[in-house]
C-alpha cells in the first residue's frame, strides 16, 4: 500500500461525503411540512410574526445561499437546532452516539471472532455434523428477529436468573464511586444486547468465512503449500486464511455501518439510549434538524467504516495498488 | 531399484452422480533422471494419477487399488505424518503458470524459503541466501526477490515455481502443463531451463501436456492417456514413430505440422467416455473407425509390439 492509494481513498471518501451532504440537505427541504410553522407551532400565527420568522431563520434567501449558510456552519460544528429537544443538534446525538458504537463494536468484535473461528471450523470439516451444526446455527440465528431474542435474553438471563440488568446503560440515580466503578456497571448493562446484536450478526460472518474459505482451499496454491509437506493447521493459518478474509473485511464495514443506524430493535427493547432509537423518536417528532443531524452522522460513519474497510484490505491484500 | 514404480493404480473420486474412476488400473516406471510425458484429452486422468504420486487427491479422491513405491517404499501406506517428511524433498510439483499456483499474499521469496525452512536445519539467514541462489540458478533478477507473485509475469512466475520445485533438491519432480499458458518462445525457455536443471541434479521428471511434440523433446517415455487408462506406452521415438493404438494415431494425426502441407486438422470425432459408467470392451471403440466385434465386448490386455513399447489394442500388433 502507497500514499497515493491513501490519498485516492480519502478523496474518494470526502467526495462521497459531499454527494451525501446535498441529498441530505434537499432531501430535508422536499419533505412535506413547513419549517416555519414547525418551528412555531401556532396555527393561529399571523403573517407579518411567519415573515418575521421566515427573514430571522433566512428562509426568503434562495436555496443555494441556505445551502451555503448550512455548509458553514456544518464546518464550525453547527448542525442546528433540535425543535424537539430545544438544544443544539449535536450535543443531542453526541451521548447518543456514543452510547451506539459501544454497542455496536462490543458486538462486532464478539462476532468477527467468533464469526471467522465458526467459520474456519465449519470449512475445514466441511460435510462432518460440525459443519451441518454451525451451517445450522449460522442460519437460525441469521433469520432470527432480534427484538425477539433480545426479550428472550431478558426473560431468562434477568427475570429468570437474575443476573442483568434489563434497562438503560448505566445504574440510573447512582453515582460511581470512581471509573471502574462506572465500567464495570456499563459492561453488565452492555452484556446482553451487546450479545444479542452479536448473536444476529454472527451467523452471517460464518457462513461467508465458511464459503470464502471453501474457495480458497480448492485452488493450487493450497495444493502446492501441501505438496511443500505443511501440516494440514500450517496451510489453513498461513495460506488459506489469510486469503479468505478478504471479501470478510468489506462485509464488516458494509456491517458496521449499517448497526449504527440498525441497532434500532436492540435499543429498543434493553432501553439503550442509542441513535437508532433516538431516530425513531426523532421521526415521530418530526424533528427535522435532528433527523438531518442523525442522517449525516449515520453516513458519515458508513463512510468512515467502509474507508478503513480500503485501507484494511491495501494493507492485507499486496495486489490492490490502483 | 526403480525410482518410482506405479503399479495398477485405480483412483476413483465418490461424486454424487457415483463413483468417477478417473484413473483405472494405471502402470509405469520410472528409472532415476528419468523422464515420461502423460499426454491425452482433457479428463483423461492424467492430473488424477500425477496427484495420486504425490497423495494429494482432494478430499473425495481415494486410492482404491495398486502400488506407489517410490525408492522402493510404499507411498500409498504412509501416514500423513510420515508422508510430509517426504513430500518435496523427495517430489515436488509444479503447476501451470496461469492457474494460482503461488499464494498471491504472500511474497515469492517468502514462499520458497518455507519449504526450504521446514525440510532443513536453516538460519532464515541461511534460508534467504539460498532463495537468491535459487533465484540465480533460474535467472530471475534477485531484485525481485521480495515481490509478490502478481509483480512477476507469467514466464516468471513458472521460473519462480521451478525454482520452489528444486529448493529441497527432489529425486523426482512432477509438472502438469508447466508451460501451457505461455507463449511460444518462453515456452521453450521453460523447458530447456527445466531440461537442463533436470540433467544437471539427475532428476527424474513426470511431465503433463496436450502437446506431444513437448513430449518428444523432452521425455525419454511416453503414455498416452485415455479413459482413465494408458492406451499406449513405450519410449518416446518407438511411440511417436510407430504407434500401435488407434487412439495414439488420430492424436498425432490431430496435431497440424507446420512443414507438411496445409490440411485441416483432424479432430476425433465423439466425446471422451463418461468414467461413472464407462462402455463396455475397449473405452475407444465407440470413437473407433478401427473398432469391429470384440472391441465393444471385451476389454484389450497390454500387448507389447517391440521392446518396452505396450499398446492396448486387440489388434495392436497388426498396426505395428
Ligand atoms: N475432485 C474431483 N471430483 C470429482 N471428479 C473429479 C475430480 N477431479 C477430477 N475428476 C474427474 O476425473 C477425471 C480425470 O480428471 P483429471 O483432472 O485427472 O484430467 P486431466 O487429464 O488432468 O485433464 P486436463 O487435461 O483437463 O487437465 C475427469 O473425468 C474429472 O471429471
Ligand atoms: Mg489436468
Same mark, same amino acid.
Given at each position: 500500500?502507497?500514499? @497515493?492509494?491513501?490519498? !485516492?481513498?480519502?478523496?474518494?471518501?470526502?467526495?462521497?461525503?459531499?454527494?451525501?451532504?446535498?441529498?441530505?440537505?434537499?432531501?430535508? !427541504?422536499?419533505?412535506?411540512?413547513?419549517?416555519?410553522?414547525?418551528?412555531?407551532?401556532?396555527?393561529?400565527?399571523?403573517? *407579518?410574526?411567519?415573515?418575521?420568522?421566515?427573514?430571522?431563520?433566512?428562509?426568503?434567501?434562495?436555496?443555494?445561499?441556505?445551502?451555503?449558510?448550512?455548509?458553514?456552519?456544518?464546518?464550525?460544528?453547527?448542525?442546528?437546532?433540535?425543535?424537539?429537544?430545544?438544544?443544539?443538534?449535536?450535543?443531542?446525538?453526541?451521548?447518543?452516539?456514543?452510547?451506539?458504537?459501544?454497542?455496536?463494536?462490543?458486538? @462486532?468484535?464478539?462476532?468477527?471472532?467468533?464469526?471467522?473461528?465458526?467459520?474456519?471450523?465449519?470449512?475445514?470439516?466441511?460435510? @462432518?455434523?460440525?459443519?451441518?451444526?454451525?451451517?445450522?446455527?449460522?442460519?437460525?440465528?441469521?433469520?432470527? &428477529?432480534?427484538?425477539?431474542?433480545?426479550?428472550?435474553?431478558?426473560?431468562?438471563?434477568?427475570?429468570?436468573?437474575? =443476573?442483568?440488568?434489563?434497562?438503560?446503560?448505566?445504574?440510573?440515580?447512582?453515582?460511581? $464511586?470512581?471509573?471502574?466503578?462506572?465500567?464495570?456497571?456499563?459492561?453488565?448493562?452492555?452484556?446482553?444486547?451487546?450479545?444479542?446484536?452479536?448473536?444476529?450478526?454472527?451467523?452471517?460472518? *460464518?457462513?461467508?468465512?465458511?464459503?470464502?474459505? =471453501?474457495?480458497?482451499?480448492?485452488?493450487?496454491?493450497?495444493?502446492?503449500?501441501?505438496?511443500?509437506?505443511? *501440516?494440514?493447521?500450517?496451510?489453513?493459518? !498461513?495460506?488459506?486464511?489469510?486469503? $479468505?478474509?478478504?471479501?470478510?473485511?468489506?462485509?464488516?464495514?458494509?456491517?458496521?455501518?449499517?448497526?449504527? $443506524?440498525?441497532?434500532?430493535?436492540?435499543?429498543?427493547?434493553?432501553?439503550? &439510549?442509542?441513535?437508532?432509537?433516538?431516530?425513531?423518536?426523532?421521526?415521530? $417528532?418530526?424533528?427535522? &434538524?435532528?433527523?438531518?443531524?442523525?442522517?449525516?452522522?449515520? *453516513?458519515?460513519?458508513?463512510?468512515?467504516?467502509?474507508?478503513?474497510?480500503?485501507?484494511?484490505?491495501?494493507?492485507?491484500?499486496?495486489?490492490?495498488?490502483? | 531399484?526403480?525410482?518410482?514404480?506405479?503399479?495398477?493404480?485405480?483412483?476413483?473420486?465418490?461424486?454424487?452422480?457415483?463413483?468417477?474412476?478417473?484413473?483405472?488400473?494405471?502402470?509405469?516406471?520410472?528409472?532415476?533422471?528419468?523422464?515420461?510425458?502423460?499426454?491425452?484429452?482433457?479428463?483423461?486422468?492424467?492430473?488424477?494419477?500425477?496427484?495420486?504420486?504425490?497423495?494429494?487427491?482432494?478430499?473425495?479422491?481415494?486410492?482404491?487399488?495398486?502400488?506407489?513405491?517410490?525408492?522402493?517404499?510404499?507411498?500409498?501406506?504412509?501416514?500423513?505424518?510420515? /508422508?510430509?517428511? +517426504?513430500?518435496?524433498?523427495?517430489?515436488?510439483?509444479?503447476?501451470?503458470?496461469?492457474?494460482?499456483?503461488?499464494?498471491?499474499?504472500?511474497?515469492?521469496?517468502?514462499?520458497?524459503?518455507?519449504?526450504?525452512?521446514? +525440510?532443513?536445519?536453516?538460519?532464515?539467514?541461511?534460508?534467504?541466501?539460498?532463495?537468491?541462489?535459487?533465484?540465480?540458478?533460474?535467472?530471475?533478477?534477485?531484485?525481485?526477490?521480495?515481490?509478490?507473485?502478481?509483480?512477476?509475469?507469467?514466464?516468471?512466475?513458472?521460473?519462480?515455481?521451478?525454482?520452489?520445485?528444486?529448493?529441497?533438491?527432489?529425486?523426482?519432480?512432477?509438472?502438469?502443463?508447466?508451460?501451457?499458458?505461455?507463449?511460444?518462445?518462453?515456452?521453450?525457455?521453460?523447458?530447456?531451463?527445466?531440461?537442463?536443471?533436470?540433467?544437471?541434479?539427475?532428476?527424474?521428471?513426470?511431465?503433463?501436456? +496436450?502437446? /506431444?511434440?513437448?513430449?518428444?523433446?523432452?521425455?525419454?517415455?511416453?503414455?498416452?492417456?485415455?479413459?482413465?487408462?494408458?492406451?499406449?506406452?513405450?519410449?518416446?521415438?518407438?511411440?511417436?514413430?510407430?504407434?500401435?493404438?488407434?487412439?495414439?494415431?488420430?492424436?498425432?494425426?490431430?496435431?497440424?505440422?507446420?512443414?507438411?502441407?496445409?490440411?485441416?486438422?483432424?479432430?476425433?470425432?465423439?466425446?471422451?467416455?463418461?468414467?461413472?459408467?464407462?462402455?463396455?470392451?475397449?473405452? %475407444?471403440?465407440?470413437?473407433?473407425?478401427?473398432?469391429?466385434?470384440? #472391441? %465393444?465386448?471385451?476389454?484389450?490386455?497390454?500387448? #507389447?509390439?517391440?521392446?518396452?513399447?505396450?499398446?492396448?489394442?486387440?489388434?495392436?500388433?497388426?498396426?505395428?
Amino acid at each position: 500500500m502507497n500514499s @497515493e492509494y491513501l490519498l !485516492r481513498k480519502i478523496f474518494h471518501s470526502a467526495i462521497t461525503l459531499f454527494i451525501v451532504l446535498i441529498i441530505n440537505y434537499f432531501l430535508f !427541504r422536499i419533505m412535506p411540512g413547513d419549517p416555519v410553522s414547525m418551528i412555531m407551532r401556532n396555527p393561529n400565527a399571523n403573517p *407579518s410574526m411567519l415573515a418575521q420568522v421566515k427573514s430571522l431563520y433566512g428562509f426568503d434567501k434562495p436555496q443555494l445561499v441556505q445551502f451555503a449558510v448550512y455548509l458553514r456552519e456544518l464546518v464550525k460544528g453547527n448542525f442546528g437546532m433540535s425543535f424537539f429537544y430545544r438544544q443544539p443538534v449535536i450535543d443531542v446525538i453526541g451521548s447518543r452516539l456514543f452510547a451506539t458504537l459501544v454497542l455496536a463494536f462490543a458486538a @462486532e468484535i464478539v462476532a468477527i471472532f467468533l464469526g471467522i473461528l465458526l467459520g474456519k471450523i465449519a470449512a475445514v470439516r466441511r460435510g @462432518e455434523p460440525v459443519d451441518a451444526a454451525i451451517l445450522g446455527f449460522s442460519l437460525v440465528t441469521y433469520a432470527m &428477529p432480534t427484538f425477539w431474542l433480545g426479550i428472550v435474553f431478558i426473560a431468562f438471563f434477568c427475570v429468570h436468573l437474575g =443476573l442483568f440488568p434489563t434497562v438503560g446503560m448505566y445504574t440510573s440515580g447512582v453515582t460511581f $464511586a470512581g471509573f471502574a466503578d462506572k465500567a464495570v456497571d456499563l459492561a453488565k448493562h452492555l452484556f446482553l444486547p451487546a450479545v444479542t446484536l452479536a448473536v444476529v450478526i454472527v451467523g452471517g460472518y *460464518s457462513m461467508i468465512m465458511r464459503s470464502s474459505l =471453501l474457495d480458497v482451499l480448492s485452488e493450487d496454491y493450497i495444493t502446492t503449500a501441501r505438496a511443500k509437506g505443511l *501440516s494440514r493447521r500450517d496451510v489453513i493459518n !498461513r495460506h488459506a486464511v489469510p486469503n $479468505a478474509r478478504l471479501p470478510i473485511i468489506t462485509i464488516i464495514a458494509i456491517n458496521l455501518g449499517f448497526m449504527i $443506524a440498525g441497532a434500532l430493535q436492540v435499543e429498543t427493547v434493553f432501553s439503550w &439510549p442509542g441513535i437508532g432509537r433516538l431516530m425513531y423518536e426523532a421521526l415521530k $417528532a418530526r424533528d427535522y &434538524p435532528l433527523l438531518q443531524g442523525i442522517f449525516l452522522i449515520v *453516513s458519515f460513519c458508513v463512510i468512515l467504516a467502509n474507508f478503513a474497510a480500503d485501507i484494511m484490505y491495501g494493507y492485507l491484500d499486496p495486489r490492490i495498488r490502483y | 531399484m526403480k525410482l518410482l514404480e506405479v503399479r495398477n493404480l485405480k483412483t476413483y473420486f465418490d461424486t454424487r452422480e457415483g463413483v468417477v474412476r478417473a484413473v483405472d488400473d494405471v502402470s509405469f516406471s520410472l528409472e532415476k533422471g528419468e523422464a515420461i510425458g502423460l499426454v491425452g484429452e482433457s479428463g483423461c486422468g492424467k492430473t488424477t494419477t500425477a496427484l495420486s504420486v504425490l497423495q494429494l487427491l482432494p478430499k473425495e479422491g481415494r486410492i482404491a487399488g495398486g502400488e506407489i513405491l517410490l525408492n522402493g517404499e510404499d507411498f500409498a501406506a504412509k501416514s500423513e505424518e510420515e /508422508l510430509r517428511k +517426504h513430500r518435496w524433498r523427495d517430489v515436488s510439483i509444479v503447476f501451470q503458470g496461469a492457474m494460482n499456483a503461488l499464494n498471491p499474499v504472500m511474497k515469492v521469496s517468502r514462499q520458497i524459503a518455507e519449504a526450504l525452512l521446514l +525440510h532443513e536445519e536453516l538460519t532464515e539467514e541461511e534460508a534467504r541466501r539460498r532463495v537468491l541462489a535459487l533465484f540465480d540458478l533460474v535467472e530471475i533478477s534477485s531484485s525481485l526477490v521480495d515481490c509478490y507473485p502478481h509483480e512477476f509475469s507469467g514466464g516468471m512466475r513458472q521460473r519462480a515455481m521451478i525454482a520452489m520445485a528444486l529448493a529441497c533438491g527432489p529425486k523426482l519432480i512432477v509438472g502438469d502443463e508447466p508451460t501451457t499458458a505461455l507463449d511460444v518462445m518462453v515456452q521453450a525457455q521453460i523447458l530447456a531451463l527445466l531440461g537442463k536443471l533436470r540433467r544437471e541434479f539427475g532428476m527424474a521428471m513426470i511431465l503433463i501436456t +496436450h502437446d /506431444l511434440s513437448i513430449v518428444g523433446a523432452n521425455c525419454d517415455q511416453v503414455a498416452v492417456m485415455y479413459g482413465g487408462k494408458v492406451a499406449e506406452i513405450g519410449p518416446v521415438g518407438k511411440v511417436l514413430r510407430n504407434p500401435c493404438h488407434p487412439y495414439t494415431q488420430r492424436l498425432l494425426k490431430a496435431f497440424p505440422d507446420i512443414r507438411g502441407e496445409r490440411e485441416m486438422v483432424q479432430s476425433i470425432p465423439g466425446f471422451p467416455p463418461n468414467l461413472v459408467t464407462p462402455p463396455p470392451g475397449c473405452r %475407444f471403440s465407440p470413437r473407433c473407425d478401427a473398432a469391429r466385434e470384440i #472391441c %465393444f465386448s471385451r476389454e484389450p490386455a497390454m500387448r #507389447c509390439v517391440e521392446p518396452g513399447h505396450e499398446a492396448a489394442c486387440h489388434f495392436a500388433e497388426e498396426r505395428s
